[in-house]
């Protein structure tokens, strides 16, 4: 997989956005801190909307496994992809974005964000998933990121998922 040291704001691609699997009492996702916070006030109805997302995910047919989703958001020409990495906590799903980030649930993300984008056409933009304030190592996270996404490619051939490091 490419990687990059830049703003991942200044980059042209769709952006993909570690989030947690809860809500607050309105209904909102906490979006925490990072990256999440930053698409959270650059875009004041992310929130809302993914928080909406995740509440109806935990209570359709898929009850009780909070399963991790891609939810995608379009806002002022750009596309984000929002990307589990932190676990619901079931007795307070307003405090989901307080806690260190699941291995297995990034995994299970980015199975199912390179199943996602295997369409698409453009650029997607990845950061590494849980590192940041999630508290996850990236020599974890890093080698299952490369296994699952840096065999797609787009149309010249150039990879489709491009790393973002600071």
Not at 49 to 64: A, I
Not at 107 to 130: N, T, W
Not at 134 to 147: I, Q, T, Y
Request: glycine content about 10%.
């Amino acid at each position: 997989m490419k990687t990059v040291k830049a703003n991942i704001w200044d980059l042209s691609g769709v952006i993909c956005i570690p989030t947690n699997l809860g809500w607050n009492k309105d209904g909102r996702n906490i979006m925490g801190a990072g990256l999440a916070r930053q698409a959270a006030l650059l875009y004041p109805d992310l929130p809302s909307l993914y928080g909406r997302f995740v509440l109806d995910c935990s209570m359709g047919k898929d009850r009780g496994t909070y399963a991790p989703h891609i939810f995608q958001f379009t806002g002022h020409n750009r596309w984000l992809l929002c990307v589990a990495t932190k676990e619901l906590n079931r007795k307070e799903p307003w405090m989901s974005w307080n806690q260190k980030s699941s291995l297995s649930l990034v995994r299970e993300s980015i199975v199912k964000l390179a199943d996602y984008c295997r369409d698409l056409l453009g650029p997607v933009l990845v950061v590494p998933f849980g590192c940041g304030c999630g508290g996850l190592s990236e020599d974890d996270v890093l080698p299952l990121m490369d296994e699952h996404l840096s065999s797609q490619t787009l149309i010249d051939g150039s990879l489709k998922f491009t790393l973002v490091k600071r």
